[in-house]
């Protein structure tokens, strides 16, 4: 039975068995009976590694059986074994040859949070967003099969990411073409429900088993020519798996479904891996395990131990959830405004895709269960559902990440701005995330955004401002988009009342002359700190779509250069829509955009990635010394 932890240790555990592990194929050296004994080490230097760091927890620690029995029976790197959600890979890449490395997770320099192609070869799929598990895997068993390779293909597929469509078009596809691919769904209470005891674990055995699979295509060949015999024994064993199975779905559509299984038991994974391994056709094994697994206080709250902290000495475990402090989060500024606004008008419905703690909705979930949706990791039916409630006069506000915004563009352009449908989006995660990197860098959604008819998109720079622009966007009879970062603010205190803001019109903070700085959002404090050692003007744009035009000739008319600030890709961001209103204005006055460069921005803390990209004060006013420099050696050359 695996060790169970109250709780995590400080030092670093001693782990022999484990420390010998810097590869599959030296775990794939040991003897079976050993294996229980490289679960226990695996687990408790898992615990200890995040622990020193911070990161995602729980998931990791739900699979470290059925980790260590994949790579025991698979021949990764050559096999194929794709991970999905990908904050589950901290026990694969332990023993994947970055074990010492674990400590360095989502650290700027060190190890991705995610499984990423570039990191190491047995990371065969960069995984950040859920649900693409199968289609990839899949992918790779068509692209094996062309290339005559008898490789396996395995999808690791759970902690919610079950729900989303995607996985699903993948599921029928794969029958369709009967590739050799496993599916595995790890269902730790995050996707559907599973059914447990003895009787299951005992027909998940027999089901994988060579003999049971020998018996059912040869019964099948032979009573092929009485139809009614074969569809009799047919039903007669979709009804014993219904006994204790959660349903017919998977046979259905193709797979031969196979669970649940104790995901565990590492005993039982190894037997029921052992006989599916070389069954061919699409495959589906069910196993059912418990998310935090081994960390008593991870089993009893797996929502809170999602992810921790890091843990320091002689202090108490801090979970990553909002806490009360003297700086407010935007997710709870977006929490309390939902609260608020639904108290005055019974039309408000805010509707989520499995982000209701990370978006600051449990309050209003708690206060206004009716009219709250989560709507587990479907993005694109969250917008279209929020499409139709807008068609029958209510007025839905979607609270989603920046980056998962994008996998719901088609929804965003034709059912609800095409339509000009009166839906408010909160936009979560905006501009540099920090230590989730890349797959969650929220830089494209100005681009992909303002391009659109009918939008508008605020960028608030502080908490009031953040909190008043949504009222203003939800005021607003058409879709419109807030957009705000993760993490605290500036500490700039909320008023009471709401008060809407004039839509397209930006503020004056900072009186200056030569140079007028354009700050669009939460880079705002860094601009002002600027343009006191420069004395320049600086403006709180506020709106990205409409611009206050206006306002932009009036600087240009009287300022020698203009400066647009942005936590966001320059391409086709805020900068280039000044730029563009200028080219259409001739308006010829110079231009310096700042913003982030055209590459993918890694993990790290965000202060330390921003002023590494020239976008903290000393960096700002660095480039516009350099370009004033420049302006100037141009105009003596004449």
Not at 443 to 459: E, S
Not at 519 to 531: D, E, M, N, R, Y
Request: hydrophobic share 40%.
């Amino acid at each position: 039975m695996a060790k169970t932890f109250d709780e995590i240790p400080l030092t670093r555990p001693s782990t022999p068995l484990l420390d010998r592990i810097d590869r599959p194929a030296d775990l794939r050296a040991l003897p079976r009976e050993q294996l229980h004994q490289v679960v226990d080490e695996l687990r408790a230097y898992l615990l200890y590694a995040v622990g020193q760091c911070g990161g995602h927890f729980g998931a990791g620690l739900g699979v470290v059986e059925l980790t260590v029995a994949l790579h025991y029976l698979f021949e990764t790197p050559d096999d194929r074994l794709v991970w999905d959600v990908g904050h589950q890979t901290y026990p694969h890449k332990i023993l994947t040859g970055r074990r010492e490395q674990l400590t360095s997770i989502r650290q700027q320099g060190g190890l991705s949070g995610f499984p990423n192609r570039a990191e190491s070869e047995y990371d065969t799929f960069g995984v950040g967003h859920s649900s693409t598990s199968i289609s990839a895997a899949l992918g790779m068993a068509l692209g094996a099969e062309m290339a005559g390779r008898q490789r396996r293909s395995v999808a690791v597929i759970g902690d919610g990411a079950m729900t989303a469509g995607q996985a699903f078009e993948a599921l029928n596809h794969a029958a369709h073409t009967k590739s050799n691919l496993l599916v595995i769904l790890n269902d730790n209470n995050m996707s559907i429900s599973h059914n447990v005891g003895g009787l299951a674990n005992y027909f998940a055995r027999i089901w994988a088993s060579k003999t049971y699979i020998a018996l059912r295509e040869g019964g099948k060949k032979v009573l092929s020519a009485m139809p009614a015999a074969w569809d009799f024994l047919r039903r007669t064993e979709e009804s014993m798996k219904n006994m204790v199975s959660p349903d017919a779905l998977f046979e259905s559509i193709g797979f031969n479904y196979i669970g649940p299984l104790d995901g565990h038991d590492i005993d039982e994974l190894l037997d029921t891996l052992g006989n599916i391994r070389d069954l061919k056709g699409p495959q589906l094994l069910h196993v059912y395990t418990t998310k935090g697994k081994g960390f008593a206080p991870a089993e009893a709250d797996p929502v809170g131990y999602h992810a921790i902290n890091k843990i320091e000495p002689k202090k108490k475990l801090e979970q990553a959830v909002p806490k009360p402090g003297p700086l407010l989060k935007y997710q709870d500024i977006f929490g309390g405004f939902l609260c608020d606004a639904a108290a005055r008008d019974a039309r408000l419905v805010a509707i989520t895709p499995a982000m209701c703690e990370g978006s600051g909705m449990v309050e209003f979930s708690r206060r206004f269960p009716e009219r709250f949706h989560d709507v587990a990791i479907c993005e694109q039916h969250a917008l279209t559902l929020a499409a139709g409630l807008a068609c029958e006069n209510q007025k839905p506000v979607v609270a989603i990440y920046s980056t998962f915004l994008q996998r719901a563009y088609d929804q965003l352009i034709h059912d609800i701005a095409l339509q000009n449908l009166d839906v408010t989006f909160g936009i979560d995660r905006a501009g540099i995330v920090g230590e989730d990197g890349a797959t969650h860098g929220g830089v494209f959604d100005l681009a992909y955004l303002r391009c659109v008819p009918n939008m508008i998109i605020a960028a608030p720079a502080d908490e009031n401002e953040c909190r008043q622009l949504l009222y203003t966007a939800w005021q607003h009879p058409g879709p419109a988009a807030v957009r705000y970062p993760r993490g605290t603010g500036p500490g700039v205190p909320l008023a009471d009342r709401f008060n809407a803001l004039p839509i397209g019109k930006g503020r004056r903070v900072r009186e200056g002359r030569q140079v007028a700085i354009l700050s669009f959002g939460v880079l705002l404090p860094a601009a002002q700190a600027a343009a006191e050692a420069l004395d320049a003007t600086v403006i709180d744009m506020r709106w990205v779509k409409p611009l206050d035009e206006v306002l932009i000739r009036e600087l240009a008319t009287h300022h020698s250069l203009l400066v647009t600030l942005e936590d966001h890709q320059l391409m086709a961001g805020a900068g280039s829509a000044v730029n563009e209103y200028l080219a259409a204005s001739a308006l010829t006055v110079p231009v310096l955009n700042l913003g982030l460069p055209d590459t993918f921005i890694h993990h790290g803390k965000r202060d330390v990635l921003l002023a590494g990209l020239g976008l903290d004060a000393a960096g700002i006013e660095q480039s516009i010394r350099d370009r004033l420099l420049g302006l100037e050696a141009r105009a003596a050359r004449g």
